[in-house]
């Protein structure tokens, strides 16, 4: 069964920095591998998703990704951080059940961001 | 475009009542999906419909159930209510594969 693991559950950088968040995935086969951020009281707002091709995905708000299967990994990177981006985050492998098509997204635990002035 | 619409986003409900969540996805999206979120599990996959037909399940008690329209908007509900069910249920709507997009959720608290 698929699984993911990001391995730090809170985060603090400071507004201007770097940040990398961590996601670590379990999956038999080529998985499809998401970002998604939510903001108190929000639902899931999807930052970039990788299916296959080129391993470094570039998604909204200035975030992007690297897949690297031989560390079963996606990690997500910002090069500089900015307020707005407190939120937390959540990596996800989706999987395709059957041949209709069927897909179930399990997700990490969430990694919570705060970003100090 | 109008996003996927949860109703309502807030509810309060008593142990042992039962209750009902609905789901408008995207225009176009015959695809529904629901995950539960709750601090201790996280994010955790219930069901998904596609036209009006469940074809996907997750680990949840016979409690949960769902169902989907034909004009795919979708209701879940939970029966006999207990503590545990207190949390934040998100549904999701697709036109096609990875392409989900999700809802504000509706916050259930059960007392």
């Known amino acids: 069964a698929q699984s993911v693991t990001q391995p730090d559950i809170h985060i603090t950088v400071s507004e201007g920095a770097s940040l990398e968040l961590r996601c670590n995935y379990s999956?038999?086969?080529?998985?499809?591998l998401f970002w998604y951020v939510q903001s108190p009281g929000q639902g899931l707002q999807l930052l970039l998703k990788?299916?296959?091709?080129?391993?470094l995905v570039q998604g909204i708000k200035g975030f992007e990704a690297e897949f690297k299967r031989s560390q079963s990994s996606f990690n997500l990177r910002k090069p500089s951080v900015h307020w707005s981006d407190a939120a937390e985050y959540f990596c996800a492998v989706g999987a395709i059940i059957t041949q209709g098509g069927s897909e179930k997204l399990v997700f990490g635990k969430g990694t919570k961001l705060t970003v100090n002035p | 475009k109008a996003g996927v619409t949860q109703t309502p986003r807030y509810l309060i409900k008593t142990r042992g009542q039962q209750v009902t969540l609905s789901c408008s996805p995207i225009s176009g999206h015959r695809s529904v999906s629901w995950y539960q979120q709750t601090p201790g599990q996280g994010l955790q996959f219930l069901f998904e419909?596609?036209?009006?037909?469940?074809?996907n399940k997750g680990n949840f008690p016979g409690r949960f159930s769902g169902r989907q329209f034909s004009n795919s908007r979708s209701e879940m509900n939970v029966s006999t209510l207990e503590l545990g069910d207190s949390a934040l249920y998100l549904c999701a709507s697709s036109q096609k594969t990875g392409q989900r997009v999700f809802g504000n959720g509706t916050r259930l608290t059960v007392t």
């Open positions: 999956y038999g086969a080529t998985p499809y």
């Open positions: 990788y299916f296959s091709g080129d391993t």
């Open positions: 419909y596609f036209s009006e037909t469940q074809r």
